[in-house]
């Protein structure tokens, strides 16, 4: 059983005490709700007073980046031992907004995923297509390229989360369609049997671009669909508290 996962992921959003905020508000609104997972990835330099205000609840720390070593001369970079330090169990590594404007590359975001691992921390790693991508119909080419170079000598998939963003349905409001949503998590979950056979199937597959309290009940249903990514709706606490539960809207 892949248990469902929704993840907030608030980018560039929120100062300390507007994080501090939204939990107060947040954590109440899903106390009861055991039978799946909630990740909050707040920026950096939140991260550590969200995790002490997370402590005692089931909400999980995540990060948004990381860098590949350990520690050194490298301004501005935080490492994966620094994350784990702090609690955190979860990053997100390959977001297309990472790969946009910071030029990651599949093979730098193979080596965040390794050094990740190597110290014990979960990884959630993105995938998608740009639009042009799709339109030209190399959705499953960008797909198969960006498994294989980001998994590459990743012989144990326990650790990862896999996110399907296309990238055209991230903070645009145009959601994926239903079919083109259940066609890539099925070809995800395919390539994934191809590399690790029948350890493939414990691995969740998150959707993630546009979700909102409007649409989660659809999307949350597909095949393969075992949890969100969430930025814009997770910034507001009732919104995201709406998706974790995925009620419909009245
Ligand atoms: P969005 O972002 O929900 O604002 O589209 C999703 C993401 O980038 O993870």
């Known amino acids: 059983?892949?248990?469902?996962?929704?993840?907030?992921?608030?980018?560039?959003?929120?100062?300390?005490?507007?994080?501090?905020?939204?939990?107060?508000?947040?954590i109440p609104l899903i106390k009861e709700i055991k039978d799946r997972e909630i990740g909050i990835a707040p920026t950096f330099v939140c991260l550590e007073s969200v995790g002490k205000t997370l402590e005692n609840?089931?909400?999980?720390?995540?990060?948004?980046?990381?860098?590949?070593?350990?520690?050194?001369?490298?301004?501005?970079?935080?490492?994966?031992?620094?994350?784990?330090?702090?609690?955190v169990e979860y990053v997100i590594i390959g977001h297309s907004e990472r790969r946009k404007y910071f030029q990651e590359t599949d093979e730098v975001i193979n080596r965040k995923i390794k050094a990740s691992i190597d110290e014990q921390l979960k990884v959630i790693f993105?995938?998608?297509?740009?639009?042009?991508?799709?339109?030209?119909?190399?959705?499953?080419?960008?797909?198969?390229?960006?498994?294989?170079k980001?998994?590459?000598?990743?012989?144990?998939?326990?650790?990862?989360?896999?996110?399907?963003?296309?990238?055209?349905?991230?903070?645009?409001?145009?959601?994926?369609?239903?079919?083109?949503?259940?066609?890539?998590?099925?070809?995800?979950r395919d390539k994934l049997k191809e590399i690790y056979s029948e350890k493939a199937d414990s691995v969740r597959i998150l959707y993630g671009g546009s979700v909102t309290p409007e649409n989660i009940?659809?999307?949350?249903?597909?095949?393969?669909?075992?949890?969100?990514?969430?930025?814009?709706?997770?910034?507001?606490?009732?919104?995201?508290?709406?998706i974790v539960k995925y009620e419909k809207q009245k």
Request: with cysteine; charged share 25%.
């Open 57 to 87: 609840t089931p909400i999980k720390l995540c990060a948004q980046n990381v860098f590949y070593e350990k520690k050194g001369a490298y301004t501005g970079e935080i490492s994966p031992t620094m994350l784990k330090d702090l609690n």
């Open 126 to 148: 993105c995938i998608g297509e740009i639009i042009e991508e799709r339109q030209s119909n190399m959705t499953f080419d960008v797909l198969k390229r960006q498994i294989e």
């Open 150 to 188: 980001g998994l590459e000598n990743i012989n144990n998939p326990s650790s990862i989360v896999l996110a399907y963003e296309p990238v055209w349905a991230i903070g645009t409001g145009i959601v994926a369609s239903e079919k083109q949503i259940e066609e890539a998590h099925a070809f995800i």
């Open 1 to 26: 059983m892949r248990m469902k996962f929704f993840v907030a992921n608030w980018k560039m959003n929120k100062t300390v005490k507007e994080s501090l905020n939204f939990l107060r508000d947040f």
């Open 217 to 242: 009940h659809a999307i949350i249903n597909i095949d393969n669909v075992d949890g969100v990514l969430v930025g814009g709706a997770s910034l507001d606490a009732q919104k995201f508290s709406k």
